[in-house]
């Protein structure tokens, strides 16, 4: 049992939580099945960070550990939705099929990340859409840098493997709009950073 | 569609495009008043709990059946859930979240009333003291423990942790079961009971008893929800509208 020392406490949860809000509510807006489950996994992370302030760790590894705590919550939320989020998301795909072409093909990457394991899904929307070093991403997911480049590769695949099933298929398949906005980072140059 | 199976790059443009939260907007718009209302809610204990199980999607009563159903079986508000994981065992000095005093990590198997009970009249918590005291579950899921009597857990909104008793496991296992049945489909009251009592014949929990509430929805699509009354051994249904778009009742 331990109890807490406030003054100290309010100070370093202050400056974690300003440092940090908006990349957590981002992190889990991308993944939680609409604004009420997010809302829920946000406060609930925080809450944590709060409570466990004295193994919150220093800059610059607060972030993975806020991450690491709303994928863990997120993961217990999913399990009791999972059902209902594969018939909305089905839903969510059909209605989507007369909309353009962009909406489409990124409809068809969702269903394809939805159709692999959750660590996979995990490991390929950490390196894409929060775009961290593998070594950042190993601490998310707990594992090595290494064991990370390994299922990054693996999950990769399995999605190539999965989006083929769907019909997507590149080059000549057509490229979102959004994407050529941001120009790909090759892997070897996110572990310099 | 035709071409060669996606390069890695390919595949990383179209990965970003699908990102439903774009890097170059995150924080664009300041941080918003919600979020200081959230760090002070946080600080205060009151952050918003998760949404218990019987409030979540599927699993709400419409107000008037909850009234009725309220009246004839002993309060549908007043659920239990078994704890996924007992974990992180939180003694709590007053009758509030925010009174929070002390932290242990327990096994599964521990009792966490004893020891907050022990902890408590040892006088670690303030004035020692020997009040009754009741296990509710937080929203990181863990067990809070206050003093207090069994209404406090849902004065609190929290779920009320139940004692390992025989029996709880398999009620928190149907509670769970209904949840996704009713909140992923959309069933009319007569499937809906065939559901319920197939699901309580496999949970192996026998006694209980399954009462349809009458229907008081106006909405000609509405979708079987359910409730639970593990103290009275009832599982309540009645319609609401129906949760998901596109589900049409099926049968009932």
């Known amino acids: ?88 998301r089905r839903l969510a795909l059909r209605a ?82 959004r994407a050529k906005r941001s120009k790909p980072r090759s892997s070897s140059a996110k572990e310099e950073r | 569609m035709t071409g060669s199976p996606l390069g890695d790059d390919d595949l990383m443009v179209r990965l970003r495009a699908a990102n439903p939260i774009q890097p170059s907007t995150v924080g664009a718009a300041g941080r918003s008043m919600r979020g200081e209302a959230l760090f002070k809610s946080v600080l205060a204990g009151t952050a918003v709990a998760p949404r218990p199980w019987w409030r979540r999607r599927g699993l709400l009563l419409p107000a008037a059946g909850a009234v009725v159903l309220a009246a004839g079986g002993g309060g549908y508000v007043a659920a239990v859930q078994q704890p996924s994981q007992a974990i992180t065992v939180s003694c709590f000095a007053g009758p509030s979240l925010s009174s929070y005093q002390a932290a242990a990590q327990l096994g599964s198997s521990s009792d966490p009333l004893a020891g907050c009970a022990a902890l408590a009249s040892s006088g670690a918590l303030g004035a020692p003291s020997n009040s009754p005291l009741v296990a509710c579950i937080l929203p990181s899921g863990g067990i809070g423990v206050f003093p207090g009597d069994d209404v406090l857990c849902t004065r609190l909104d929290l779920p009320r942790a139940l004692s390992p008793a025989p029996g709880s496991q398999a009620v928190g296992a149907l509670a769970l079961t209904l949840e996704n049945t009713f909140g992923s489909r959309c069933v009319g009251l007569a499937v809906a009971e065939r559901i319920v009592a197939s699901d309580l014949a496999l949970g192996g929990l026998t006694g209980w008893r399954v009462v349809v509430h009458p229907s008081t929805s106006t909405q000609p699509a509405s979708c079987a929800v359910a409730g639970l009354v593990p103290d009275t051994k009832v599982v309540g249904l009645a319609l609401a509208p129906r949760p998901l778009a596109g589900g049409q009742p099926v049968g009932g």
């Open chain 1, 1 to 88: 049992m331990s109890t807490r020392a406030p003054r100290d406490d309010i100070a370093r949860f202050r400056a974690a939580f300003d440092g940090h809000y908006d990349a957590v509510l981002a992190y889990v807006m991308r993944r939680a099945a609409d604004p009420d489950d997010a809302e829920e996994v946000l406060s609930t992370t925080f809450a944590i960070a709060w409570r466990r302030i004295d193994r919150l760790p220093p800059e610059p590894f607060t972030l993975t550990w806020l991450y690491r705590v709303a994928w863990r919550t997120l993961a217990n939320q999913e399990r009791g939705n999972a059902r209902r989020q594969m018939l909305a």
């Open chain 1, 96 to 177: 989507r099929s007369s909309e353009s072409d962009s909406t489409d093909q990124e409809a068809l990457v969702h269903e394809g990340l939805a159709r692999l394991s959750p660590k996979e899904r995990e490991v390929l929307r950490l390196d894409a859409w929060e775009e961290l070093s593998h070594a950042e991403a190993a601490a998310v997911l707990g594992c090595s840098p290494n064991a990370f480049a390994i299922r990054l590769h693996r999950a990769r695949q399995s999605l190539r493997s999965e989006l083929g099933r769907l019909g997507a298929t590149g080059p000549d398949a057509p490229t979102p709009s």
